[in-house]
């Protein structure tokens, strides 16, 4: 028989005289002649109940069936007589198919997500992060599905890099390891630098390479893993983690902005449809004002604000903040938080940013003080996308990694392509991570990632 998915049982239109279905015990209620199991197996929030009485084969097996373990139980899909759900199993025959002991680690209690986060093989069973993960599916679907509507092309960037995009210096190196028993490390050191002829790391950004593509293909977009070598340990950083980054020709800052903003408000409508049951989750147990939030972003237009405005609105506020505000420095999450919470009360993108504060390839404004970066902050999050119109006039490019002190021959493919047809274009970087950590209101980007990777943790 056909297995069916939990999911599908409980959204049935009719009774079924003959169902089969596979799942993970949560939790397990005896009584004189018969047991109460309630079964999940990860395809929506929801368990179903499955009753199996002493008419069942299997009936003497219920001893050994405790909560963690996997099943799978035939029988017929009848009408529930409880409140809450239409549906549930009256089996025929159940299959211990994977034995938990009473010992199991995620027992029928709200466990802590520090606890949770020392088990992360284990906490996907739990319905807070079941329905994370399946949130994050859904988003990396919605992700393709905005950019394929505008014909802008997935392209895959590579993860093993020779340049900088940043130029802060913040990267993982990477080196060929011997097979050779008897080498000793000086030689495996030395032969592993000579793999590629030069020093090679993991990529922060895939963006320069896109850049090359987008002149070429009109618009792409990469999603992937992109690393930091950022010794870190708040909320919101990770070693690795995954960016959507579009690049487009024959765009300017405007036309960045409003794609900024299109993307944004596609995810999270995207996920308020396709999420409704999961977000609910987090509506109640998580962030009570998480429903308001996502409704607020999808209400209106952002607002755009020049950095310098910016930067009088803040020193302007009776606000204490414990990062100064001054033209020249970057904004810190409490004043984009001020911004986009208490002084606006929606999303605001801020532009024309000094360019000491930002990298090499934004595009200078006729200012020659200010480029045309931007940064798109929501609240609770903070900046949630951060880009720019890059520069496309070489010699002004050449200008400004001179600046940066940065060594012009590392980047002349990226110079070259300023040589042949360059064209004004524009592009941006969203984190999935705080995307993700929008949505759900969950505030540390370790529940929002598999298997985080932080300072002192790799288990896994």
């Known amino acids: 028989m056909k297995r069916t998915l939990i999911?599908?049982?409980i959204n049935s239109d009719s009774a079924q005289d003959?169902?089969?279905?596979?799942?993970?015990?949560?939790?397990?209620?005896?009584?004189?002649?018969f047991s109460f199991i309630e079964l999940n197996d990860g395809s929506c929030l929801k368990n179903i109940q499955v009753i199996v009485d002493e008419s069942c084969p299997a009936f003497a097996l219920l001893e050994a069936v405790n909560t963690g373990a996997a099943v799978e139980v035939r029988g017929a899909l009848v009408e529930s007589p409880g409140k809450g759900q239409r549906w549930e199993v009256k089996a025929s025959?159940?299959?211990?198919?994977?034995?938990?002991?009473?010992?199991?680690?995620?027992?029928?209690?709200?466990?802590?997500?520090?606890?949770?986060?020392?088990?992360?093989?284990?906490?996907?069973?739990?319905?807070?992060?079941?329905?994370?993960?399946?949130?994050?599916?859904?988003?990396?679907?919605?992700?393709?599905?905005?950019?394929?509507?505008?014909?802008?092309?997935?392209?895959?960037?590579?993860?093993?890099?020779?340049?900088?995009?940043?130029?802060?210096?913040?990267?993982?190196?990477?080196?060929?390891?011997?097979?050779?028993?008897?080498?000793?490390?000086d030689k495996k050191t030395a032969q592993s630098l000579d793999f590629f002829g030069k020093e090679a790391n993991l990529t922060v950004s895939g963006q320069l390479e896109a850049e090359l593509f987008a002149q070429a293909l009109g618009g792409v977009y990469t999603f992937g893993p992109t690393f930091r070598a950022e010794n870190s340990n708040t909320p919101r950083h990770a070693a690795e983690f995954w960016m959507i980054e579009p690049e487009i020709a024959f765009a300017d800052l405007n036309d960045n902005m409003d794609l900024a903003e299109d993307l944004t408000k596609g995810l999270v409508g995207h996920i308020m449809e396709h999420c409704a049951?999961?977000?609910?989750?987090?509506?109640?147990?998580?962030?009570?004002e998480l429903m308001a939030t996502l409704e607020n972003i999808m209400?209106?237009?952002?607002?755009?604000?020049?950095?310098?405005?910016?930067?009088?609105?803040?020193?302007?506020?009776?606000?204490?903040?414990?990062?100064?505000?001054?033209?020249?420095?970057?904004?810190?999450?409490?004043?984009?938080?001020?911004?986009?919470?208490?002084?606006?009360?929606?999303?605001?993108?801020?532009?024309?940013?000094?360019?000491?504060?930002?990298?090499?390839?934004?595009?200078?404004?006729?200012?020659?003080?200010?480029?045309?970066a931007m940064d798109l902050l929501v609240p609770r999050v903070g900046e949630l996308i951060g880009g720019s119109q890059r520069e496309e006039r070489l010699e002004v490019l050449q200008r400004r990694l001179a600046e940066c002190g940065m060594a012009e021959d590392s980047y002349w493919w990226y110079l070259d392509i300023r040589r042949w047809g360059t064209t004004p274009h524009s592009g941006f970087g969203l984190g999935f991570e705080r995307f993700l950590m929008l949505v759900t209101g969950v505030t540390n980007i370790r529940d929002v990632i598999p298997f985080p990777r932080t300072p002192k943790h790799l288990e896994f």
Not at 277 to 288: G, N, P, T
Request: a neutral charge.
């Open 7 to 9: 999911k599908t049982a």
């Open 18 to 33: 003959s169902i089969l279905v596979k799942g993970w015990v949560r939790t397990k209620r005896d009584s004189k002649g």
């Open 93 to 185: 025959d159940l299959v211990l198919v994977g034995e938990a002991g009473p010992d199991y680690p995620l027992q029928k209690k709200r466990h802590t997500d520090e606890y949770l986060r020392s088990m992360a093989h284990l906490r996907p069973r739990t319905n807070k992060y079941g329905a994370v993960f399946r949130i994050r599916s859904e988003s990396a679907f919605a992700v393709h599905d905005f950019f394929r509507k505008r014909n802008i092309f997935y392209f895959h960037a590579p993860i093993i890099t020779g340049s900088d995009c940043e130029g802060a210096g913040e990267l993982f190196s990477i080196a060929a390891q011997s097979q050779d028993s008897d080498s000793g490390r």
């Open 277 to 288: 049951e999961d977000l609910e989750l987090f509506a109640k147990f998580v962030d009570k």
């Open 299 to 372: 209400s209106g237009p952002f607002v755009r604000l020049p950095y310098r405005e910016a930067v009088e609105i803040l020193t302007g506020s009776k606000e204490k903040f414990e990062y100064e505000v001054a033209f020249g420095t970057d904004l810190q999450t409490e004043h984009e938080r001020y911004l986009t919470e208490k002084h606006f009360g929606k999303p605001v993108i801020v532009y024309d940013y000094p360019k000491t504060i930002k990298p090499f390839y934004m595009r200078l404004n006729e200012d020659d003080e200010t480029v045309a």
